[in-house]
Each structure stands twice: as structure tokens, then as C-alpha cells.
């Protein structure tokens, strides 16, 4: 008798066990949490987000920072770094300082800075074509409730940064997805840009951005920290400056959402 119910003690055991660490059981303790994906093409594009990715990660959202690029060629005079494999390593390591630091999970990509464009269309096309595929792969694996990355802008103008933000965007509407439901566009406020050149580069005006995003000195405090993880890219008067302008302009990120159409239509007029 004894040697049966030790029999049956254990067999339970063994099912209880079983039962904690199934993914059903994970599944339950994380349903119902929100979760967003922000998406940019360099190690250190995050910066631009990095508050508000602060402030959800304190609120409990689950974070994803999507990273398309190894920054290969973020050279720059004060540093001295030569680009290629070895600064693709050191900004590898600096980015996930950097998500450490604001509470992010990494996805850090391995596509060349200027996604090959050097080696014409055979070499371009398809690297191109690869980065919209992989996205596509993260976003139906994640399911993230909302996506956030770069406007036709590309903020700076910058190839990879348009590149990025136009092959998120194709994910997007490449079909009527449950999750995620939103997508936002990152933008600067014209009326914060004050060279008439620049206004029309990466200005956005004010009444297109829907979404005004405040953040606490907490969160400035904490991606002052994430910002300063860039080394290689970064000075401490780089970083100050930051937050500075950061403080200035009122601890807000301001955002696009991008909406399809309400109705369907037969003319354009």
C-alpha cells in the first residue's frame, strides 16, 4: 500500500510540474498585456523613442526594439573608428547596453548600413526584399499590439531610415491584421525646425501629428542613460544637449498614426 500511494504522490507531482512550465500556463500569466514594437534601421536611431519606450516599460507594456542595421559605416571624426566589421561588433554591444537601459527586448538585425545600395540593383534588390520578409516574420511572431517607426521623413532624411520606415509600412498594409492594429510615424514639428531647408526635409506640420506622447524625468533621466551607451557615436555634450532640447520642447514625442481609409471611393475628387 505504502509502495503504491509513493507511486501516485509522485506521479502527481510530475504532472504538477509539468502543468507550471507549459506554455499554457506562461500563456495565462501574460494575457492581456499590451505589448508595442518600435522599429528603426541604426543602433542608436532608438534614441528618438527611447523616453516614451521608458515610460511604457514603467507602465508594464512589453517593449520590443527592432534594430534593422549593424552600423557598419557610422563613422565620424571625433572617434577615429574605422567602419567595417569591427565597429559593427562595438555598436552590436553599445545597442544593447542601450536597451538594458530603458527595459527593451533586443531584436538586433544583421543587414548593412545602406542595405548593399553600393553594389547597384543585383546586390540592393535583394537585401531589400530580405528586410521587408524578416519584419514581416517578427510581426506575425510578436504580435504586437502597435508599431512605431519612421515617417517619409526618415527624420534626418537618412536612405536607411526612409527604407526602414517605408518596409514596416509595407508589412502593415500588406494585410488586414488583428494585431497589430496601429502603426505611428515618428515627426518632428515644423514650428520646432528653424531652417527653412530643413522644415521642408523633415518637417511635419503640427496638425498631422495626432499623437502627442509625454514622458517623466524619470524617463528622460533613464534614456539620457540608454543615449550615453553610444560611445562611438555619442559625446557626453552630445548627450546633455539631448536632454536638454529634450526638456525644452516639453517631454513629448510626437507621432503620426497612419489610418487607411474610412469608405471606399470611385473618384479623387
Known sequence: MLRNYLITTCFSLILLFAFLASPLTVSAQTQGQKTLMAIFAHPDDE??????LSRYVREGIKVYLVVCTDGRYGTNDFSGLKGGDGLAALRRDEMKCAAEKIGVELIHLTYHDQLKASEGYDGHMPHARALITDLYHIVSEKQPDVLITWGPDGGTSHMDHRLVGASVTQVFVSQNWSKPSSLFFVGTPSNLVDDPNEKILRGVDPKYLNTKVTYTEEDLKK??????????QMQPKDVESITERRRKNGLVVYLREFTGPGNSRTSVF
Open 47 to 52: 534614441m528618438t523613442v527611447a523616453p516614451i
Open 223 to 232: 534614456a539620457a542613460e540608454s543615449v550615453a551607451c553610444h560611445k562611438s
